[in-house]
């Protein structure tokens, strides 16, 4: 078992009331298993039937759309990146955006466009975006789409690209897999095989690092996949270095949106929510 006690407080984070509860854990390694997370995966009836369902809206993205501009998303560009069936592309539509959908899976983007033809949806690859610099005012990565890539160069290749389409203080809305919550979680984690799953993976070691790339169970998805997952210390320390501040981060659980809101604090939601919502706000050049 790889056991990582050395824990680093990082006050540059976000400020230091609720950095100095979060530990950096001191190890980079990666543990990669495999590196084939390919448009194959996605464009399986598995995935086609998980993610082009009727559209719907968990409450941290709920709550991000709502919270990114004060006048709402009326007339904002929007671009909805690893889209799927087009299940937050929808709602972004309905809310007054001028959105586009992309995904890499095809079979996934003939099921959007026959559900909403309305809507533009695009085959494309976020690692190589056909827009030109500065086109959208928000740009969408949901239900931790952003963790499939693999490997690591790949996720910043597309992080990079989405500050490109971004213009000055665009907004980018994401969530991820929080390594935190395999110690600290609660919520949505108590199933029998996500609690095997957890205890595996604090065991092993792989819980204690910063990052770590981890197969999926099949249970949880189209199968096979990789997912990128962190602490949220990483995430946010990685995006600051590509050139993002983080504005807000928005708790799927009621309880922990609660305690957020009546205690001024998110380390409580950066601890125990297993998939966070963000929003960044593009500021400098990345590093
Ligand atoms: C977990 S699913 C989420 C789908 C959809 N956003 C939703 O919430 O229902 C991740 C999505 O990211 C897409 N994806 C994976 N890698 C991608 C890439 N490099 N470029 C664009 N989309 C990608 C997949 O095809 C898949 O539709």
């Known amino acids: 078992m790889q056991l990582y006690a050395t824990l680093a407080h990082n006050s540059q984070i976000e400020g230091a009331r609720t950095a100095e509860f979060i530990p950096t854990l001191k190890t980079n390694v ?17 995935s086609v039937a ?14 991000a759309f709502d919270s990114c501009f004060s006048r709402g998303l009326e007339g904002r560009r929007v671009l909805d990146l690893g889209c799927g069936g087009g299940r937050t592309t929808h709602f972004l539509h309905e809310m007054g955006a001028d959105v586009v959908g992309v995904d890499i899976s095809q079979n996934l ?4 466009k026959q559900r909403a033809p309305q809507i533009d949806f695009r085959l494309g690859d ?10 959208f005012d928000l740009v969408v990565f949901s239900f931790n789409g952003l963790d499939y890539l693999h490997p690591k160069s790949k996720r910043c290749k597309a992080i990079r690209e989405m500050w490109r389409v971004l213009c000055p203080n665009g907004r980018l809305i994401f969530s991820h897999h929080n390594l935190a919550a395999f110690f600290f979680g609660w919520y949505k984690f108590m199933r029998p095989w996500k609690l095997r799953f957890r205890a595996k993976h604090i065991l092993n070691g792989n819980a204690l690092k910063n990052e770590c790339y981890i197969r999926e169970l099949p249970a949880s998805g189209p199968g096979a996949l990789i997912a990128y997952h962190a602490w949220p210390t990483q995430v ?26 009546a205690l001024r604090i998110t380390v409580l939601t950066k601890l125990a929510d297993p998939w966070p919502y963000y929003t960044f706000v593009k500021r400098n050049s990345p590093r």
């Open 30 to 46: 990666i543990h990669s298993e495999s590196s084939e997370t390919d448009s194959k995966l996605w464009d399986s009836p598995e």
């Open 50 to 63: 998980a993610y082009s369902g009727e559209p719907h809206l968990v409450r941290s993205e709920r709550a």
């Open 109 to 112: 983007i003939r099921a959007a």
């Open 126 to 135: 976020a690692e190589s975006l056909e827009f030109d610099d500065e086109s």
């Open 236 to 261: 946010i320390a990685d995006l600051r270095s590509l050139g993002f501040e983080l504005e807000s981060i928005h708790s799927n659980s009621l309880l922990l949106a609660f305690l957020q809101r």
